[in-house]
């Protein structure tokens, strides 16, 4: 989801941009034999207060290697600047970037370190590596954690009701109606902010793949479609369905995601279609939402097969350029340890699972973070679609805003989105177009 990704990254704090601090990817050591390395991660805040204790933290027990921070922008500006420097070989010793389908574009062959069956990577979680994995070699560790795209719900309306989170849509929606009954807005959409109207289809990717296993793979190869294929389809389906009933809040077009978290913490709404990094954000101002807010899958047709779609974490790399490959692995290594999310826990509240093992969530983890992580455990997850192909139509957001105001059926929303897609992968020159 790559235009989604970046349009939820700037919704969820993104500061004023910032001006690439430059320096050389490396230098010798120092008289003393200490070691500096560069760390380049992105300007968000909750990036950069990770970055800064996970640098303060490895220093402190490696003094011998030093970690100096520096900032990019976000979005598109800061992906060329991470790209021509990876270009020119002026890389930071360490960067923060996207994993998925967007690591491609690095060509992380010629770029970055391989650590195919390095010790660095044996805490990592195995259903993690394939999202920082080119052409059957690994390059990355993961950089925060996990995120949930599904449905936030407040628990405090499900109490009251005496529902239970759905594992079925037909349980979801009948739990729509006995909300409804009571006077309660069932379903908050924010479509003036036009990103968040496509949760209801990216959300719903974990029951496209239980259905249809190999669907990224043909659909990267332009042999499978959404309006072809009736999982694929389903989540069209639901932004229709859910529109034809009533469950939407009044002025929905208009509403944006801000007026929507408000909805839901206050219980004047009870389902939001959403990312779970949505949530931490709040907490200064409704502490309540640690705890009233949980979070379920978009539900599927077979309850035995529930589970959820999780946008993965980014990557953590070493550029080939580093003069210190070695303590550049040992910065990894530590990333990719429990010790390291612990030292994380304390600064910045985590919006869902760790993709280490053995790392756990603090015991005042959101309740949000903990509804994900039984998912994980379970092995009930699957990443979203972007992590697995390239292909993203840009003109999805506003697709879906036509299908979930009830202007364009769903059938024909998906069969949009198919030609939306066709025109995107011929761009990128993929085969089979």
């Known amino acids: 989801?790559?235009?989604?990704?970046?349009?939820?990254?700037?919704?969820?704090?993104?500061?004023?941009?910032?001006a690439l601090t430059s320096c050389g990817s490396g230098s010798e050591p120092a008289a003393d034999g200490t070691v500096t390395l560069s760390f380049l991660v992105d300007n968000s805040q909750a990036t950069l207060d990770t970055a800064k204790v996970l640098a303060d933290t490895f220093t402190k027990g490696n003094p011998a290697i030093r970690v100096e921070v520096e900032t990019r922008p976000g979005g598109t500006e800061g992906d060329n600047i991470v790209k021509t420097r990876l270009s020119t070989g002026d890389m930071s010793d360490v960067f923060w970037y996207n994993s998925g389908s967007l690591l491609q574009a690095l060509n992380p062959a010629q770029t970055m370190v391989d650590l195919t069956g390095d010790p660095v990577l044996k805490n990592v979680q195995k259903d993690y590596l394939p999202v920082v994995t080119q052409g059957g070699r690994v390059y990355g560790v993961p950089a925060g954690t996990a995120l949930g795209g599904g449905i936030l719900y407040n628990r405090k309306v499900y109490e009251k009701l005496g529902l239970k989170a759905p594992t079925t849509w037909a349980e979801f929606t009948a739990n729509n109606d006995k909300i409804k009954a009571d006077g309660t807005t069932p379903v908050i959409s924010t479509f003036k902010d036009t990103w968040t109207s496509q949760l209801f289809v990216l959300g719903d990717y974990y029951n496209v793949q239980a259905a249809v296993p190999d669907f990224a793979r043909d659909y990267t190869a332009g042999t499978a479609t959404f309006a072809t294929t009736p999982a694929a389809q389903a989540g069209f389906e639901h932004l229709a369905e859910v529109h034809a009933k009533g469950h939407l809040n009044e002025g929905f077009g208009s509403a944006t995601s801000e007026q929507g978290l408000k909805m839901l913490v206050e219980g004047k709404g009870a389902h939001y279609p959403m990312l779970s990094a949505m949530l931490p954000p709040l907490l200064k101002d409704y502490p309540q939402a640690a705890t009233d807010i949980g979070f379920f899958g978009i539900p599927g047709t077979d309850p035995a097969k529930n589970g959820t779609t999780i946008w993965e974490p980014p990557g953590i790399y070493i550029a080939k350029s580093t003069e210190h490959p070695d303590a550049a692995k040992k910065f990894l290594a530590y990333?990719?340890?429990?010790?390291?999310?612990?030292?994380?826990?304390?600064?910045?509240?985590?919006?869902?699972?760790?993709?280490?093992?053995?790392?756990?969530?603090?015991?005042?983890?959101?309740?949000?973070?903990?509804?994900?992580?039984?998912?994980?455990?379970?092995?009930?997850?699957?990443?979203?679609?972007?992590?697995?192909?390239?292909?993203?139509?840009?003109?999805?957001?506003?697709?879906?805003?036509?299908?979930?105001?009830?202007?364009?059926?769903?059938?024909?929303?998906?069969?949009?989105?198919?030609?939306?897609?066709?025109?995107?992968?011929?761009?990128?020159?993929?085969?089979?177009?």
């Open 1 to 18: 989801m790559q235009t989604s990704r970046r349009t939820m990254g700037t919704a969820l704090a993104v500061l004023t941009m910032a």
């Open 335 to 433: 990333i990719a340890s429990p010790a390291a999310a612990d030292a994380v826990n304390k600064v910045v509240q985590p919006a869902g699972p760790y993709r280490i093992e053995g790392a756990r969530l603090p015991d005042d983890a959101i309740q949000v973070a903990k509804d994900l992580q039984a998912y994980i455990d379970k092995g009930a997850t699957a990443p979203a679609l972007e992590f697995l192909s390239p292909i993203k139509g840009p003109a999805l957001e506003q697709i879906t805003v036509a299908v979930g105001s009830g202007l364009t059926p769903p059938a024909e929303g998906a069969a949009q989105y198919d030609k939306d897609v066709a025109k995107q992968a011929k761009q990128l020159g993929l085969e089979g177009w």
